[in-house]
């Protein structure tokens, strides 16, 4: 069972053989006729309301297990399930309705019954096996029962039929049709009295508004209730817009488009000249079913629209231009199980990458326009969930949804196709579906070639002429559009590409104050990116000091390569100009090695130790023992040469700093002699009775100790010259 309820609320559930269920905080009447008609014996009997207090008492005819919870925020679900009993159910409450024992009659025939009636007028007939065998016109096996008894299997049996008809209809295999035969009414014979009249069995009478807050569902109907509720609600409870509101593909009508509008503005006036707003609407769906925006909002200028139609203006600006003037109207969700889902979508200006977006509704809701209005919003629609997935299987049912049903591939659906193929890794397919549409020359022609052009950039691939050609020649026809800046900018690309730095940096600064920051800072980048890597020493220093006049925006990474060079070239002061400002990640680890170097070429050895703190690694100790070099520090060298494993340097460093200790515990072939010659130590007194000894000893070492120093004095060759500062 499940109720309908304002809001989530507290509960309380008493189990037994009754469930009695209480309501806190709020006082509700429930309608308990259409959960009534379908109900059954098997489980419960009957459910009561008791007056005056929001409780509800349902009978129970099983040992059942009841479970309660709130599915979304406004709906109770009460769920009973287990095995019924088995004993005699014909006396039990079913529906509010009690059952009478059905009476056994003596079987004078006896032949076997079957347990289904047959009905013959007012009277009821059981018919055995036997009596069927012979024929219809025989009367062998007919027991005929006594009309109150007939009166009561009749009611019992049309209320099982009702039951099951009101259950198969709220699944949705039936659709209830009103009889449309008109009522007659029987006269009576003369030997029929009011009394008999009244005898025969009374018609079950179904409310006229059945379930308004409360209904009863089988176990088949549970599985669905949470799909019915997606349909309805979204997650956080709100209620969602029906999709009949929605339904642009029936907003054509039959007629043609001329046909069509032409009835329809010819009724735009009634009786009176009084302006008939219900076809006000009509026509502005109609224009909207078309893709015409501007026109429907002109059919609805002057009528106030009630707020339950006030999403036709919002329909109106995305099938426009695909930009909604206004806030989202209410209803529209993207987790909705529905159309308002895709509106939803196609209203706001960015999808955020963790927004619960119900893909498969939006699917569905897409895939039952027609095919011109697919080809109309499929592209606003993929833009927007691409913003959210580069790339995704979402994204290719879009494309092939809007290339179903089209006779003739249409140019936006192809350069949305060939975004596809780029996101996906498909260059070949992308670069043929961009060429179709540049060489139709239609209106989606610039835009193909501006995306022809980024493409090839981003491979590093060759631009052609005739496409920088072309982007130039489209830039001075459209001047003063929209496109025009995107135009210029690509023709700047194609330019330095060609290596052409000169015209290319020209057209950049013509468009300079009115590109978007995005573009500027891409079309930067990739122009600064060329002339790095141009052969030319002198071309190069001559763009980077025009470049570092004009500021442009560029990105770490290639700020920290036009620095290196310029290092590299031995220009520090101007390479501080692209290492002014602060980085990130692994461009800024690399800024900070190239602020060091910059510093010891500057010779700043104590600045670029500084931009050396908390840095590790090989690169980071050379650096770092450079400076300490250059301030003398031969100890600090010695730690850092030996840091990076490079022992030669670290026993050079202990020599020069005259560090014997150190210098000892070094193992190195090549500094063996320094080493024993460091081992020589001041002799302690030696005792007059050894002092020949020791004597004589001296003398045979002194040879080798000759040899040493004058191997260490042309090892270590002395400068005469003064240091100069």
Request: proline share 5%.
């Amino acid at each position: 069972m499940v109720l309908d309820m304002p809001r989530t609320v507290k509960w309380n559930l008493e189990t037994g053989e009754k469930l009695r269920l209480n309501l806190v905080g709020i006082q509700a009447e429930f309608d308990t006729v259409a959960a009534q008609q379908k109900l059954n014996a098997d489980r419960v009997a009957s459910i009561t309301q008791t007056d005056g207090v929001s409780e509800l008492v349902v009978d129970l005819n099983c040992s059942c297990e009841v479970q309660s919870y709130f599915a979304g925020t406004k709906m109770l679900v009460i769920d009973i399930y287990g095995t019924p009993n088995s004993s005699d159910l014909s006396t039990k409450q079913v529906a509010g309705i009690k059952r009478q024992p059905m009476p056994q009659e003596d079987n004078k025939t006896g032949a076997p019954r079957y347990a289904l009636p047959l009905f013959a007028g007012s009277e009821t007939v059981v018919v055995s096996k036997e009596a069927k065998s012979k024929g219809p016109d025989t009367a062998v096996g007919l027991v005929k029962l006594p009309k109150p008894v007939a009166a009561s299997r009749l009611q019992e049996t049309e209320q099982r039929l009702v039951q099951q008809m009101s259950r198969v209809t709220s699944q949705g295999l039936l659709e209830p049709k009103p009889d449309q035969r008109q009522a007659t009414v029987k006269s009576l014979s003369p030997s029929q009295t009011p009394e008999q009249e009244v005898s025969k069995p009374e018609r079950l009478q179904l409310p006229d508004t059945p379930g308004l807050n409360m209904r009863a569902v089988s176990s088949i109907d549970r599985d669905l209730i949470l799909t019915d509720q997606a349909r309805r609600y979204s997650v956080n409870g709100e209620r969602c817009m029906p999709d009949d509101m929605l339904a642009v593909q029936t907003w054509m009508g039959e007629d043609t488009f001329t046909k069509r509008v032409g009835r329809l503005r010819r009724a735009l006036v009634g009786e009176f000249d009084k302006a008939d707003s219900a076809t006000a609407v009509e026509l502005a769906r109609t224009y909207i079913s078309y893709g015409f925006g501007v026109e429907a909002e002109q059919a609805l200028d002057g009528h106030i629209l009630p707020a339950s139609q006030q999403y036709i203006l919002a329909m109106a600006d995305i099938v426009e231009d695909g930009v909604l003037v206004g806030k989202v109207p209410e209803g529209w969700f993207f987790d909705c199980d529905g159309a308002a889902a895709m509106w939803a979508v196609l209203a706001a200006n960015s999808v955020p990458a963790t927004a619960s977006l119900d893909e498969d509704a939006i699917l569905r809701a897409f895939g039952a326009l027609q095919p011109e209005m697919r080809a109309h919003l499929g592209p606003k629609l993929f833009e927007r969930v691409q913003q959210r997935h580069a790339n995704s299987d979402m994204l290719k049912q879009l494309v092939k949804l809007m290339e179903r049903g089209r006779n003739t591939p249409d140019p936006e659906v192809q350069l949305v196709s060939a975004d596809l193929s780029r996101a996906s890794g498909d260059e070949a397919v992308a670069h043929k579906a961009l060429d179709d549409v540049i060489d139709n020359s239609g209106k989606s022609a610039p835009i193909a070639l501006i995306e022809k052009i980024d493409l090839l950039t981003s491979l590093n691939r060759p631009v052609p002429e005739g496409l920088q050609m072309l982007a130039e020649a489209y830039a001075k026809e459209y001047h003063q559009d929209a496109l025009e800046l995107q135009l210029m900018r690509v023709n700047s690309m194609a330019l330095a590409n060609a290596q052409r730095f000169g015209a290319a940096f020209v057209a950049l600064d013509a468009v300079r104050e009115e590109l978007d920051a995005k573009s500027l800072k891409s079309a930067s980048n990739y122009l600064m990116a060329r002339v790095v890597h141009t052969p030319k020493n002198l071309e190069f220093l001559t763009q980077v000091f025009s470049v570092a006049e004009k500021q442009y925006p560029l990105d770490a990474k290639v700020e920290n390569d036009v620095a290196k060079r310029l290092l590299s070239l031995g220009f520090p002061k101007q390479a501080a100009h692209f290492l002014a400002s602060a980085a990130g990640g692994d461009a800024g680890r690399e800024r900070r090695l190239l602020r060091a170097e910059m510093a010891l070429s500057l010779a700043r050895p104590r600045q670029a130790e500084a931009e050396l703190l908390g840095l590790t690694g090989a690169d980071v100790e050379g650096l770092r023992s450079r400076a300490r070099l250059l301030n003398n520090d031969h100890r600090g060298a010695r730690i850092s040469y030996a840091t990076m494993g490079n022992v030669e340097q670290a026993a050079e460093q202990a020599w020069l700093g005259s560090d014997w200790e150190a210098l000892s515990a070094i193992d190195s072939d090549n500094w063996k002699m320094e080493q024993r010659l460091s081992a020589k130590t001041e002799q302690s007194e030696i005792a007059p009775e050894k002092a020949l000894a020791r004597s004589r000893s001296l003398l045979s070492e002194s040879s080798g100790l000759r040899s040493d120093i004058a191997g260490l004095l042309s090892r270590h060759e002395v400068s005469n010259a003064l240091p100069v500062k």
